[in-house]
């Protein structure tokens, strides 16, 4: 039998998870692969979170020298989030000839050409399915799976705190803030939660899943995001009324003008099959030239859906001897030669304040034949019931330029007639 040795640095909650799996599955894992894997240490600061967990005291590493020093480790486990001191403990440990296992999206995302360098030097392994998309096995169908296709495009709800959130206010008009709490009871958010509601989150993983699909380091610079905390429940119910439900979408495209990527709320019919992916579920929705469409769902968050993930990272390591590396141009100068679009194509709902009185709507229509906006649907409340005493007018636009809507938001605001745009969603086909 293989005898395979684990560090894991950091046991909180994807630490517990994945310390939790490894320990009731040592059995099944010696009787179908052939393989031993034991937690030999592990590094956290908070030691009383270790002991918890009934990892004996003298398992608890002081430092990470320990843990690369020792010769009963074979896989190192990063999962203790953040850039510093993650990244100098994981360049120890690629360097002392260990493999690693990370769930840090914000690391690798960041610094996977320096990792897979450092890894490949080393002959070590560098495994992340558990960065993206928490339990669904995205990051190996994307490298094993779909490789015989040219990804045309990708669409996903890729961060299950915000959809936990986003479902929380749409099924039961929660406050935002309550559910946000609700999540980082449950272990989704991470350590900053604003790196979830502002959408950093999903950027992270979107320059990750974008680069394995298209073939070249999509920078997270590079990628359009806008977060939920300007959302409110009554767009959410004007929405409805129009049959959309709205996420926080993942959106990359290779098209013939380049690459398109961004992270945005966004409103999608309520048939749409992303439309049902509700609470810490996430889903990623692939088209490819020869599959068509391929969705892949499950849990996007949780100590044992992401502990899953980091475990078949760790079987799979621990049960091949060739190391497979990103397929993409991992360097930090590849974006360089790519060419991204940014003023994209989409439809749009666009929430007035109105005052309601004669020639509000002829200047608005104005302004949007001005910008080269048509509008598709319109709904208008009866009289002062919106914000400040003004009339919530609502428009859903065809399909137009980003540019157009902003020149078009910009002139509304300026004009007397109306008050203020008070929302605007992009609305995905
Ligand atoms: P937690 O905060 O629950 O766990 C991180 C643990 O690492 C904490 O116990 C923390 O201690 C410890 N730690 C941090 N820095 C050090 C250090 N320098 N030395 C020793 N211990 C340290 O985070 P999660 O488990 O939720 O997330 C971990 C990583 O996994 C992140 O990169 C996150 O993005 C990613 N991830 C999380 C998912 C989830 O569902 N939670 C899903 C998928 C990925 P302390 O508490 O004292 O700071
Ligand atoms: N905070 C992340 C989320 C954890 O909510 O999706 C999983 O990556």
Redesign the pocket.
């Known amino acids: 039998m293989k005898k395979v040795g684990v560090a894991i ?7 517990g998870g994945t310390y939790k799996i490894l320990k009731e599955h040592r059995e099944l894992y010696q009787k179908s692969y052939k393989v031993d894997l034991t937690v030999e240490v592990v ?4 030691r009383s ?1 270790a002991l918890a967990l009934g990892i004996e005291e003298d398992r608890i590493a002081a430092n990470i020298q320990e843990i690369c020093s020792n010769p009963d480790v074979d896989i190192v486990v990063e ?4 850039v510093e ?2 990244k100098t403990f994981v360049l120890d440990c690629l360097r002392a000839g260990k493999s690693v296992v990370t ?5 690798f995302c960041k610094y996977s050409h320096e990792l897979e360098a450092v890894a490949k030097k080393n002959h070590c392994g560098l495994f992340y399915e ?2 993206c998309v ?1 339990g669904v096995p995205v990051i190996r169908s994307l490298l094993d799976n779909l490789q015989g296709n040219n990804i045309l495009s990708m669409m996903g709800i890729i961060n ?1 705190t915000t959809n936990y959130i986003l479902t929380k206010m749409a099924e039961e008009g929660a406050a935002y803030e309550d559910v946000l709490k609700e999540a980082q009871r449950l ?2 958010a ?2 900053n939660p604003a790196a979830d509601v502002e959408g950093y ?1 999903a950027t992270y993983k979107l320059s990750i899943l974008s680069s394995l699909a298209f073939h070249t380091k999509i920078p997270y610079t590079k990628i359009y995001r806008e977060g939920i905390t300007n959302i409110s429940v009554a767009d959410i119910e004007y929405g409805k009324k129009f049959g959309y439900v709205l996420k926080l979408l993942a959106i990359g495209k290779n098209g013939e003008n380049g690459i398109e990527v961004r992270v945005h709320p966004s409103f999608i019919k309520s048939s749409h099959p992303l439309a049902s992916v509700g609470d810490s579920y996430n889903a990623v929705y692939i088209t490819g030239d020869c599959v068509e469409d391929v969705m892949l769902y499950g849990r996007g ?3 044992l859906p ?1 502990g899953s993930a980091i475990v078949g990272d760790i079987i799979y390591c621990a049960t091949h001897t060739n190391y497979q590396y990103s397929t993409f141009k991992n360097t930090e100068e590849a974006a360089q030669s790519t060419k991204f679009v940014e003023n994209f194509e989409s439809a749009y709902y666009i929430r007035l304040n109105a005052t309601d009185r004669t020639g509000v709507l002829a200047k608005v229509s104005s302004i949007f034949a001005k910008c080269k906006i048509s509008v598709a649907q319109m709904l208008q409340e009866r009289g002062p019931v919106g914000e400040d005493g003004a009339t919530p007018v609502i428009f859903i636009t065809h399909v137009t330029r980003e540019n157009n809507i902003k020149k078009a938001v910009q002139l509304i605001n300026e004009s007397e007639e109306v008050a203020k745009v008070a929302a605007v969603i992009r609305v995905v086909s």
């Open positions: 640095l950091g046991m909180g909650v994807v630490g590094l956290e600061r908070d979170k999962v203790m989030g953040g001191p993650a769930s840090n999206k914000e690391l558990a960065s928490g299950g272990g989704y991470e350590a989150d968050a949780g100590a992401t």
